[in-house]
């Protein structure tokens, strides 16, 4: 194998080589907090790097599109892929993440000796995420999904000698291996219906469904809902939603952010592969499923988050809320990638900026963040409350923010497709949406000050929250570069 | 290029206002006051320069954003939306300059101010649905702001209250204009297109239109107010600042009236035949219930608030009597109405600055302490009751021929409305100013100083100037509002009544 036959999985290589040397520099150096943290950022910089010079690669027109063990260029039983989806896929992640990371940077700087253990689980879990995008392969996928599943549950306990960080911890682990359990089911029985496990290549699902009628389409469809359930407890798509308000409440504010944007981008990404990729001749099954739930979801995540009285609460049902708008594009099909990316991506970075923000208000450590805590924060840090205003704006969705062009882009999509209907309670949801966040700028602007105690943005949190907050604008005023890109960004 | 620059030159103030530094603070109001000039002269500039008789946009600025999506920032000023730029240029100047007694945060105050300027001077200025969707929910985030952060009292619920109502409106709005786009992205072979003036040449059905005459009209029933939409506008009036009420009266409302006319009726030409009745009826019902209710008010800034709520029923009535005079004459009345309950706006909340309450029940005989303040507060009484002479008469009358033509029950029921004006007005400035002072806390008061009269001022001689003479403003709207009429004639089997007063004769 020569070096551009690794370059599909570069990004993982890298960030696996990232954790060992986090992992070595514990031994080597006395106190390695701040280089680990120096060599992580590192690592995910260059995995983002490497997926650019992928996305390169592939407009010169590469030929070794897959990674396997059999060699290149096309083998019998790929198990990686690389294209512009996976490629995309690995910027949006892996800069997500580093503005994940950088949130978290005064937690990490606070753990101690435990910093490298951290450090090595973020990248692992990111390593995992990115695999869940790009792999060729069921088999592959579920490898990713588990990876980056056991890294986010030690995780989301990570401040243990709190208790109810443990709780947190100890719930998603229980209810996340479930969603595996319903998830690796479904790929089994993919597997009987099809006879592969492959999304690519001779004797692929794809190649079985479209050449033969299937003998037992019971079985498929059984499959299809198992994998799109599993997947729908991963993004927090409603019935499949309710770990997520207890998880986000209780593992620390330092690292939510990014297990929020990172699973949301990583699991519509690997959902988008099985459907786009492996089961695109199924469209007519599984896209009316996936409009129930993305309707559900709208319904359940609004009415929910109206009802909240702790900020984190009220994320994690507006999170659960915004899976149904993302997956309005899903229903489209391949018209409605471009707008799958386009809000998957402006989605993860307001959602990193707003819980950099709580993690501000209520400490990188804590796990609830109360609305008390918010009251009269325009008074006490104004810049901030401005910065929290326009994550909140295009969390409503209101023009000149990326989350009106998202919802845009999604809601011409679906009705495109023919779904009036899912496009009328989207908007119906949408007011309701407006109730949420225009509650949440009332606690911070129209309050009084609730306490004297100073706010203090710490300056990596700071670098994060301006790059979240130009992003949200300017994205929202000239979005058509990005949206050019996601649209280019489609699967094999 | 004066469109794209009069819509960021309110912007362009803002980030000016919003980098002052923080030992300067005493330079944030000045500034805050000069940077709202600009954009007055620049759409005066387009007035003056506006071609009379031509009846389709001017100064059009087309610019391509997304081919695939035919999205674009296309800017265009017509005879309908030429004086409500230039109304709105010119209440925030004044709007601004009524502010001093704003303390808490000036700086985010007038940030606020310039961005809602920026807002509604695009609403009016656009010419592709989709940026004239962004600049009207745009206008929600600082009035929201405006009336919570500086309102009165009950500010946290009213301005609530107002993003809700207005909120979920438009919501209907932009569903209608999504679907609107993607069947004139059929037409034009894109996934969708937003340029109004393609989508003239999109074929609907009847059906379609009735739901998307329904989809557009909630959200812009909800801005006018039409009753039984209403019930935000008292709330978000009585607690909002004077300056936002200025505009919430002045201008916001307008969109309301602006969108019945640029899309509804443009667009939808069928279905506002089939509508007529509705909305005409719902026109006279707010203009008799506002006039009712504004009677029986205790409070002074509510019962201009319900006042609005009545004009703005002439404002539909006369878009939906479908004749020359009437749409005439419902832009006349959305003009005048801008001007003079601004300035009855202005007037309420100097009051308020000297007494801190807005009961009619604390005052009486108030003009003798203050006789210039009575002097002027009677003067917009009277152009709002639609003396003749003044700005109020010569929209309403030329609502009331228009109307009679078509929907002659109709018209002489909203002439009720007149006389209803002269009964809460005229009361309530009886209990206010008249006779000798009753409440002894009034004893101090102090007339109007001389920056409150600059304030006022202006708006009295124009009332009194388009009261007498309005043919410069009627010639540019009438083209305009004709072109649209030919549409309806031309698609539907209406017929515009031909004969009747013409409206200068009609208003001479």
């Known amino acids: 194998m020569n070096n551009a036959a690794l370059l599909p999985i570069a990004p993982e290589v890298i960030l696996l080589a990232g954790a060992l040397i986090v992992i070595l520099l514990l031994v080597l150096l006395d106190r390695p907090y701040r280089e680990g943290g120096i060599v992580a950022m590192a690592a995910l910089a260059a995995a983002a790097v490497a997926s650019v010079l992928q996305w390169q690669a592939l407009g010169d027109g590469a030929d070794n599109l897959y990674f396997s063990a059999q060699g290149v260029p096309v083998p019998r039983l790929p198990m990686v892929v690389m294209d512009h989806y996976s490629a995309f896929a690995g910027v949006v992640i892996f800069v997500v993440s580093m503005l994940g990371l950088a949130v978290a940077w005064r937690l990490v700087l606070t753990l101690g000796a435990r910093s490298a253990e951290f450090l090595t689980l973020v990248l692992l879990a990111v390593a995992g995420l990115h695999m869940m995008t790009a792999s060729a ?133 690997a959902l988008g592969r099985i459907l786009f990729s492996a089961l695109p001749s199924q469209i007519d099954d599984w896209a009316p499923a996936l409009a129930i739930i993305a309707g559900a979801s709208m319904i359940i995540g609004t009415v929910l988050a109206a009802v909240q009285d702790d900020v984190k609460r009220i994320l994690a049902y507006s999170g659960v809320a915004h899976a149904g708008y993302i997956l309005m594009a899903f229903v489209a099909g391949n018209e409605g990638i471009g707008s799958m990316w386009f809000y998957v991506t402006t989605y993860a970075l307001t959602v990193i900026g707003v819980f950099a923000v709580v993690a501000v208000v209520s400490g990188s450590r804590s796990g609830s963040s109360p609305l008390a805590e918010w009251s009269g924060l325009s008074s006490r840090a104004p810049v901030l409350a401005w910065v929290m205003l326009i994550m909140l704006l295009a969390l409503a969705g209101i023009p000149f923010t990326t989350g009106f062009v998202a919802k845009v882009t999604v809601f011409t999509a679906a009705t495109d497709a023919g779904y009036l209907w899912l496009m009328i309670l989207a908007l119906v949801t949408t007011i309701v949406g407006l109730y949420v966040y225009f509650r949440l700028a009332a606690v911070m602007f129209l309050e009084g000050p609730a306490g004297v105690e100073e706010v203090v943005v710490p300056p990596t949190t700071a670098l994060v929250l301006a790059v979240a907050a130009v992003t949200t604008v300017l994205l929202g005023l000239l979005p058509w570069p990005l949206l050019d890109l996601a649209r280019e960004a489609l699967p094999l | ?159 609530l209250k107002f993003v809700l109502f207005t909120g979920a409106g438009s919501v209907f709005l932009l569903g209608g204009i999504i679907v609107l786009g993607l069947f004139t992205g059929d037409l034009v072979d894109r996934l969708s297109s937003f340029d109004i003036r393609v989508m003239l040449d999109v074929e609907l059905s009847s059906t379609a239109q009735l739901w998307l005459f329904l989809a557009f009209g909630i959200a812009f029933a909800i801005k006018v107010p039409i009753v039984p939409f209403h019930t935000w506008l008292p709330d978000a ?58 009677i029986v008010q205790p409070d002074i800034k509510r019962l201009v608030a319900y006042s ?69 507060f009677l003067y917009m009484a009277f152009a709002s009751i639609g003396l003749p002479g003044l700005s109020g008469f010569v929209g309403e009358l030329a609502v009331l021929v228009g109307s009679y033509l078509t929907l002659p029950v109709l018209a ?27 409440n002894s806390a009034n004893e101090g008061l102090h007339d109007l100083g001389l920056r409150e009269i600059a304030i006022i001022v202006p708006l009295i001689l124009i009332v009194l100037a388009i009261g007498i003479y309005p043919k410069p403003i009627l010639d540019r709207i009438q083209p305009s509002v004709d072109l649209i009429l030919e549409r309806i004639e031309a698609t539907t089997s209406y017929e515009v009544p031909e004969h009747g007063a013409t409206v200068d004769e009609g208003a001479g």
């Open chain 1, 137 to 269: 392969n069921m088999i592959m996928l579920f490898i990713g999904l588990e990876t980056a599943s056991i890294a986010l549950y030690v995780l989301a306990g990570f401040t243990r000698e709190r208790a109810n960080a443990d709780e947190a911890a100890v719930k998603y682990f229980l209810l996340g291996s479930l969603a595996s359990v319903v998830f690796v089911y479904g790929a089994a029985l993919l597997f009987a219906a099809t006879g592969s496990t492959a999304f690519y290549g001779a004797g692929s699902m794809r190649e079985f469904l479209a050449e033969n009628i299937v003998a037992e389409p019971a079985i498929l469809l059984l499959a299809m809902g198992l994998v799109i359930v599993g997947m729908s407890f991963k993004v927090t798509a409603a019935p499949f939603h309710q770990w997520a308000p207890d998880v986000y409440q209780g593992a620390p504010s330092g690292i939510v952010g990014l297990m929020a944007a990172g699973v949301k981008i990583a699991g519509f990404a």
């Open chain 2, 1 to 159: 290029m004066v469109l794209p620059t009069l819509i960021l030159l309110p912007l362009i103030g803002a980030v000016a206002v919003a980098l002052v530094p923080k030992n300067r603070s005493e330079l944030v109001f000045p500034l805050g006051l000069a940077v709202s000039i600009p954009p007055l002269v620049a759409a005066l500039w387009v007035a003056a320069n506006f071609t009379v008789g031509e009846a389709s946009f001017q100064f059009v600025t087309d610019h391509t954003l997304s081919e695939s999506l035919g999205i674009g920032w296309r800017l265009g000023i017509d005879g309908i939306s030429l004086w409500l730029v230039v109304l709105t240029a010119l209440l925030f100047p004044l709007a601004v300059a009524a502010s001093t007694a704003i303390t808490d945060r000036t700086k985010s105050y007038l940030v606020a101010m310039l961005i809602l300027e920026t807002g509604l001077l695009g609403v009016f200025l656009a010419l592709d649905l989709l940026l004239f969707f962004a600049f009207f929910e745009i206008v929600l985030v600082p009035m929201y702001l405006l009336i919570g952060i500086w309102g009165s009292e009950n500010r946290g619920y009213a301005s």
């Open chain 2, 237 to 294: 009036h009585t607690e909002a600042p004077t300056a936002a009420s200025v505009i919430l009266a002045g201008v916001l409302l307008k969109m309301g009236g602006y969108g019945f006319l640029r899309f509804n009726m443009t667009l939808f030409p069928e279905a506002t035949v089939d509508l007529v009745w509705v909305l005409a009826v719902l026109g006279v019902i707010g203009i008799v219930y506002g006039a009712v209710v504004a």
């Open chain 2, 308 to 376: 609005s709520v009545s004009h703005m029923g002439f404002v539909l009535l006369g878009l939906f009597a479908l004749t020359s005079q009437g749409l005439t004459g419902g832009v006349f009345v959305m003009i005048s109405h801008g001007l003079v309950t601004g300035a009855l706006f202005l007037l309420v909340g100097m009051l308020y600055d000297r007494r801190h309450t807005r009961l009619i029940d604390d005052y009486g005989g108030i003009a003798t302490v203050m006789p210039i303040y009575a002097g002027f």
């Open chain 2, 412 to 438: 002489i029921i909203a002439a009720s409305g007149v006389i209803l004006a002269a009964v809460y007005l005229l009361w309530a400035y009886e209990r206010v100013f008249t006779g000798p002072i009753t």
